[in-house]
């Protein structure tokens, strides 16, 4: 990607003032860390000023924003400053990749599909209450369909021929205690985005800066920082998940800050290898001989140079981290707080023989949505990285 | 830097790895408080005693009053010589009820390990000899199937169909059928799937581009020009360059997959293995058991790593033992 600026050029770039640390920053950062200081302000209100059963906002919706919404937030802010300005902005680019991507057609589908999953998961959640306990409309079967009519305690729909039939009011059926599942198929989006997309960007956050500086700084601080990630990739995250959760009690908060924060050794590797590459060419050599800083050498050339590779990495550990949560609070060790979709599969499991789409309706919207992720991610890599044949 | 210099400097390295594990271990469990302790505590309480005195009475039997480096030197000393302590839950000594459930493990992951090393490999050699075929496009997508299904969803789902349904396997693990036979083969038969399922598409894929770079290399070429066969071409000539690349994969990620993965087959099917002992002492509160537990998944990791590279080096004698 090129600079956001056109009217920096070689000649115009101050080099003495590049070893500062504000003059690295281009016009979208310091949009960025406007926002940020923004959203940090309003945290800071939030948390010390209004009591925590005070709802943060009462207009237009009533809306108590936890600390997971909060670093959504963030993550949002991230994805519109550093995704979608630099598409908007570089247009001629983003039309070359966007040809690239057209054809794979499975994955065009796949980015709509995953699209819709994202704006209902967001959205839905405001709209939609709660799902609540209900249980005189339990185990009602999806639209379209037909149960024998012992299983639900009370079917809502027609009965035909002792037949229960669904209905438009439950178009995916309810579960055991009379949940909509429909409802907490939209809710467990909300919470396989949040898991998805936080995680990653704390893993791509803390994995480019750790590769870069190790690569463009070598000597000790490479030996350091490499051997520590050596450290960390022995340790694996599932099993310190598992102790942790175990001794503290498990919480959506802690399944993203520890995976985030201990899943970045590969990405770290990845991304110094990529910049090890990169320094050798002649556009880092002429920065160095023109007297720029370290810090704007990395933030204007090293990064952007390997952000394809990074992209394509992310899109690829997105749905590693969705899978992950749901498996653990399939086995109940996740946030029992959270609807999300390990758990709905989780409760339907004892009552597979009369109610099948408990448990297999929420687990075709996590297998496709792993699925869609893979397929982008494999396209974005054939758009984005010609050199790797995978 | 000789070879013999680096396996040696990597081993010890693992042995770095292992006490650094093993001091975080031990610096979470003795910075929080014990479950087992708050429900004596609770317990106390709620009867009209003391919880402090249930506490410190806690405490001195477990010798928690002695100063810290005491404990820690106790605590590595128990973890060397394999004492790993007494787990409350089922009343026998850590190590015992480890030793009960690894031939669970075992009796399905040895078959799961064969399987998807020698299907994946075929399949993926096979899709790189014929690339852009029907059947090259069939296995891509089956590897993305098997990569995106979640595990304990098709388990589920299978059990259902197949257990269920039709009636064809059982749907409650029996463990005391003898462990080499056919009824424990037939239970078998559904995890070992699952499990395969979701293990085979690393191979496959890795196998695959991994040997797309040789298919056309000119010693194949050679070989071809010769009058060699195409299977002695593809295991004499393709798969010998290709090995060494795939040995990274087919240890480390396959374990990390299936240690994982072995933990959500345990609990859908109810194999008393190594997974669900672990699941069954969180559930309990069972504080040794489950540190024993995961440590042994855990080394399984670090032993599982250092394999990995030893294999590279000696496979391929052109590394450079220098950067790592």
Same mark, same amino acid.
Request: hydrophobic share 50%; net charge negative.
């Given at each position: 990607?090129?600079?956001?600026?056109?009217?920096?050029?070689?000649?115009?770039?101050?080099?003495?003032?590049?070893?500062?640390?504000?003059?690295?920053?281009?016009?979208?950062?310091?949009? !960025?860390?406007?926002?940020?200081?923004?959203? !940090?302000?309003?945290?800071?209100?939030?948390?010390?000023?209004?009591?925590?059963?005070?709802? $943060?906002? $009462?207009?237009?919706?009533?809306?108590?924003?936890?600390?997971?919404?909060?670093? @959504?937030?963030?993550?949002?802010? !991230?994805?519109?400053?550093?995704?979608?300005?630099? /598409?908007?902005?570089?247009?001629?680019?983003?039309? +070359?990749?966007?040809?690239? @991507?057209?054809?794979? #057609?499975? &994955?065009?589908?796949s980015l709509v599909y995953l699209a819709a999953v994202f704006l209902v998961g967001v959205v839905g959640p405001i709209f939609l209450s709660k799902p609540q306990l209900a249980l005189a409309q339990s185990h009602q079967p999806p639209v379209y369909t037909a149960v024998n009519a012992a299983v639900p305690v009370n079917c809502l729909g027609d009965v035909a021929s002792g037949m229960? +039939?669904? $209905?438009?009011? +439950?178009?995916?059926?309810?579960?055991?205690?009379?949940?909509?599942?429909?409802?907490?198929?939209?809710? =467990?989006?909300?919470? #396989? *985005?949040?898991?998805?997309?936080? #995680?990653?960007?704390?893993?791509?956050?803390?994995? $480019?800066?750790?590769?870069?500086?190790? &690569?463009?700084?070598?000597?000790?601080?490479?030996?350091?920082? *490499?051997?520590?990630?050596?450290?960390?990739?022995?340790?694996?995250?599932? @099993?310190?998940?598992?102790?942790?959760?175990?001794? @503290? =009690?498990?919480?959506?908060? *802690?399944?993203?800050?520890?995976?985030? /924060?201990? =899943?970045?050794?590969? *990405?770290?590797? /990845?991304?110094?290898?990529?910049?090890?590459?990169?320094?050798?060419? &002649?556009?880092?050599?002429?920065?160095?001989s023109a007297g720029a800083g370290t810090l704007y050498v990395i933030r204007r050339h090293l990064v952007p140079n390997v952000s394809n590779s990074v992209i394509t990495a992310a899109t690829l550990l997105i749905p590693g981290f969705i899978l992950f949560e749901a498996a653990l609070s399939f086995l109940s060790l996740g946030d029992p707080t959270v609807p999300s979709w390990g758990q709905v599969i989780a409760a339907g499991r004892s009552d597979l023989g009369t109610a099948w789409w408990v448990s297999t309706l929420p687990g075709l919207f996590l297998f496709t949505t792993i699925l869609a992720f893979n397929f982008v991610g494999d396209a974005l890599r054939d758009a984005l990285d010609p050199r790797q044949e995978t | 830097m000789s070879m013999r210099w680096y396996v040696v400097r990597r081993v010890l390295w693992a042995v770095v790895a292992t006490y650094l594990i093993l001091s975080v271990t031990w610096g979470l469990l003795a910075l929080t408080p014990n479950p087992a302790a708050e429900q004596l505590q609770f317990r106390a309480a709620a009867s009209g005693g003391s919880a402090e005195a249930a506490r410190e009475a806690f405490e001195a039997r477990r010798g928690l009053d002695r100063p810290l480096w005491d404990r820690y030197s106790d605590y590595m000393v128990n973890m060397v010589t394999l004492n790993w302590g007494w787990s409350d839950s089922r009343s026998q000594p850590v190590m015992e009820a480890i030793a009960g459930a690894i031939p669970y493990t075992a009796v399905y992951s040895v078959p799961t390990t064969i399987l998807s090393v020698l299907l994946g490999l075929s399949i993926g050699l096979y899709s790189a000899t014929h690339q852009y075929t029907r059947t090259d496009y069939a296995a891509t997508f089956f590897a993305f199937f098997g990569y995106a299904i979640p595990n304990f969803w098709f388990a589920i789902v299978l059990l259902l169909v197949f257990s269920v349904q039709l009636g064809w396997f059982p749907v409650v693990f029996d463990p005391d059928v003898p462990l080499v036979g056919f009824a424990m083969a037939h239970q078998l038969v559904l995890p070992v799937v699952v499990l395969v399922t979701g293990t085979i598409a690393g191979v496959m894929r890795y196998s695959r581009a991994e040997a797309l770079e040789y298919v056309q290399a000119e010693f194949v070429k050679t070989a071809k020009a010769k009058g060699a066969g195409e299977f002695r071409i593809l295991t004499r000539h393709v798969l010998r360059p290709a090995a060494v690349p795939l040995m990274t994969i087919l240890i480390g990620d396959i374990l990390g997959i299936f240690l994982a993965a072995s933990y959500l087959v345990e609990v859908?099917?109810?194999?008393?293995?190594?997974?669900?002992?672990?699941?069954?002492?969180?559930?309990?509160?069972?504080?040794?058991?489950?540190?024993?537990?995961?440590?042994i998944f855990t080394f399984v990791a670090v032993i599982g790593n250092l394999i990995q590279d030893i294999a590279y080096t000696i496979l391929d004698p052109r590394i450079d033992y220098g950067d790592r």
């Amino acid at each position: 990607m090129s600079a956001d600026e056109p009217a920096e050029t070689f000649e115009s770039v101050d080099w003495d003032e590049t070893g500062s640390r504000f003059s690295t920053l281009s016009r979208r950062d310091r949009g !960025a860390i406007a926002s940020l200081a923004l959203v !940090a302000a309003a945290f800071g209100y939030d948390y010390h000023l209004l009591s925590a059963d005070r709802p $943060t906002l $009462t207009w237009p919706i009533r809306w108590n924003v936890t600390q997971l919404d909060w670093l @959504f937030i963030v993550t949002l802010l !991230a994805l519109l400053f550093y995704v979608a300005v630099p /598409l908007y902005s570089n247009r001629r680019l983003t039309a +070359h990749y966007w040809a690239e @991507f057209r054809k794979n #057609s499975l &994955a065009v589908v796949s980015l709509v599909y995953l699209a819709a999953v994202f704006l209902v998961g967001v959205v839905g959640p405001i709209f939609l209450s709660k799902p609540q306990l209900a249980l005189a409309q339990s185990h009602q079967p999806p639209v379209y369909t037909a149960v024998n009519a012992a299983v639900p305690v009370n079917c809502l729909g027609d009965v035909a021929s002792g037949m229960c +039939h669904g $209905t438009w009011a +439950h178009p995916l059926g309810t579960t055991s205690d009379g949940k909509d599942v429909l409802v907490l198929v939209v809710y =467990g989006m909300q919470v #396989s *985005m949040k898991v998805g997309l936080i #995680s990653t960007l704390l893993v791509v956050t803390i994995g $480019t800066t750790v590769g870069t500086v190790a &690569a463009y700084a070598g000597g000790l601080v490479d030996e350091v920082l *490499m051997r520590y990630v050596d450290v960390q990739l022995v340790f694996p995250a599932f @099993f310190l998940y598992l102790l942790l959760n175990y001794l @503290f =009690g498990g919480s959506l908060f *802690m399944f993203i800050v520890i995976f985030g /924060l201990t =899943g970045w050794g590969s *990405m770290a590797r /990845l991304v110094r290898s990529e910049a090890l590459q990169r320094s050798e060419e &002649a556009y880092i050599t002429a920065a160095d001989s023109a007297g720029a800083g370290t810090l704007y050498v990395i933030r204007r050339h090293l990064v952007p140079n390997v952000s394809n590779s990074v992209i394509t990495a992310a899109t690829l550990l997105i749905p590693g981290f969705i899978l992950f949560e749901a498996a653990l609070s399939f086995l109940s060790l996740g946030d029992p707080t959270v609807p999300s979709w390990g758990q709905v599969i989780a409760a339907g499991r004892s009552d597979l023989g009369t109610a099948w789409w408990v448990s297999t309706l929420p687990g075709l919207f996590l297998f496709t949505t792993i699925l869609a992720f893979n397929f982008v991610g494999d396209a974005l890599r054939d758009a984005l990285d010609p050199r790797q044949e995978t | 830097m000789s070879m013999r210099w680096y396996v040696v400097r990597r081993v010890l390295w693992a042995v770095v790895a292992t006490y650094l594990i093993l001091s975080v271990t031990w610096g979470l469990l003795a910075l929080t408080p014990n479950p087992a302790a708050e429900q004596l505590q609770f317990r106390a309480a709620a009867s009209g005693g003391s919880a402090e005195a249930a506490r410190e009475a806690f405490e001195a039997r477990r010798g928690l009053d002695r100063p810290l480096w005491d404990r820690y030197s106790d605590y590595m000393v128990n973890m060397v010589t394999l004492n790993w302590g007494w787990s409350d839950s089922r009343s026998q000594p850590v190590m015992e009820a480890i030793a009960g459930a690894i031939p669970y493990t075992a009796v399905y992951s040895v078959p799961t390990t064969i399987l998807s090393v020698l299907l994946g490999l075929s399949i993926g050699l096979y899709s790189a000899t014929h690339q852009y075929t029907r059947t090259d496009y069939a296995a891509t997508f089956f590897a993305f199937f098997g990569y995106a299904i979640p595990n304990f969803w098709f388990a589920i789902v299978l059990l259902l169909v197949f257990s269920v349904q039709l009636g064809w396997f059982p749907v409650v693990f029996d463990p005391d059928v003898p462990l080499v036979g056919f009824a424990m083969a037939h239970q078998l038969v559904l995890p070992v799937v699952v499990l395969v399922t979701g293990t085979i598409a690393g191979v496959m894929r890795y196998s695959r581009a991994e040997a797309l770079e040789y298919v056309q290399a000119e010693f194949v070429k050679t070989a071809k020009a010769k009058g060699a066969g195409e299977f002695r071409i593809l295991t004499r000539h393709v798969l010998r360059p290709a090995a060494v690349p795939l040995m990274t994969i087919l240890i480390g990620d396959i374990l990390g997959i299936f240690l994982a993965a072995s933990y959500l087959v345990e609990v859908v099917f109810g194999i008393p293995g190594l997974g669900q002992l672990s699941y069954n002492a969180i559930l309990a509160q069972d504080t040794a058991l489950v540190l024993g537990t995961t440590l042994i998944f855990t080394f399984v990791a670090v032993i599982g790593n250092l394999i990995q590279d030893i294999a590279y080096t000696i496979l391929d004698p052109r590394i450079d033992y220098g950067d790592r």
